[in-house]
């Protein structure tokens, strides 16, 4: 199966023109999995709460599920992508997971970073996984983190018990250190990982933040097998079988799953 | 305060002879706190129980942990050490920490690699810390794990959680990814690390292991203080605040264990 980022540079609040622009990117894309940045219909670096409650959509049903399920419908692909959730009166950084059968769910962000926490509300449903089918019938399960997520190894810790194969990772990462993070999360959990960040900067009062771009897919063995520049657009796909995620036998003696001895670890 | 690796290459079998050379090579020592290697005193491919039962030795109160006690004695500065030990009929791949002040404690390898599983007994004691004095009267928190629990976050997650300020991590690693990992576990935890691995080759029925070297110190940024090469003797010594290691406040709004939602993980 093929496994792809979209990384690009949000316009902020312009929904549909991000919307649009991601459109553009991803004409004639030939991917079973395709994982978008966090928040990319909307920017992340909010100047107001208002301005975040002008582009939070509903999950589903919302102007960005909708269009990535038109995508999901065209190009016969699973997308994953960091929206702006509003629910009731709350707003979530979340992750949906839309395929060709339609939406599939949501991961609302758990561990917030930096000014998020002003805005978003942690979130509230943990970490789950999906079950779903490559084009060519591969069964896989895909679990979803967002961007601040990969600072905690128990993020893609719980993602791998679950039984992901492949972690979707939307991001839209400032600081440095992730890029050389990933392949460690994958390595250590035997999984495939995506990171689609963004690029490009934001100013929201005075204050401005650059994303490092650098998006990446990891390889079980904790190999990057692909990596984009820090800045531009950038639409990458790489080939990969989700099943070779899932031997954990490392040596004769070894499975690091089975390994693991957690009456002795500290929660 | 001090802090350093001794990176060395032990001979089969030669506990007199490798704690003689450790000795000359810690000979005038200016640290307040050295790891010595996993096995450091016999060598780690066993041909044989019975190779492995003639060199290990109780905890305290064997040949190690007393010529430990005295290079402390004499230099001032705490030993973490690597060390076959005996207890009753069971083996462990165990490290002992040895200060000016005596015996401090044993710390069993909880995940044992590739055909220790054959020789020893799982450690059945957990992790644990150390609170110790630096020769400034800077107190510091001790963390042990050996080698391949480097694979496993939980290891020098529950050090760091139990308050380790650094952590002494003896090694015989023969796989190439510790070095690029050590960072990732420093960063993630916000502490000190220090990775003491052997040099040189060993040969059991037929089967020849390769050390690694690249014995290696990370500071809670995630950065490389200093490595050695894949060979060779190195002792080296690098000057740390221990202090650094306890501000988990990395932006206003994130302190990384505060930030832990343990609710969601999976053990």
Redesign the interface.
Known sequence: MKIAYLQFTPSYLDVTGNLDRAGELLAGADADLIVLPELFTSGYHFRSTQDLADVAEPIPGGPATDRLAAWADATDATFVAGIAERSDDAFYNSAVVVSPNGYEGTYRK?????????LFA??DD??SVYELTARNGTSYTLGVMVC?DW????AA??LA??GADIIAHPSNLVRP?CP??M??RA??NHIFTITANRAGSETSNGETLTFIGQSEICDPD?HILIRADHTGDHFETVKIDPVAARDRQI????H?FQ?????????
């Open positions: 758990v561990h917030l970073y930096y000014k998020e926490k002003t942690p979130g943990g970490f601040f600072y905690f190894p128990e810790r719980s018990l679950q250190d050389r993070a392949p460690i390595l250590e904790g040596t004769a003696h070894n690091i390994d693991r001895r957690p009456e002795w670890y500290a929660l």
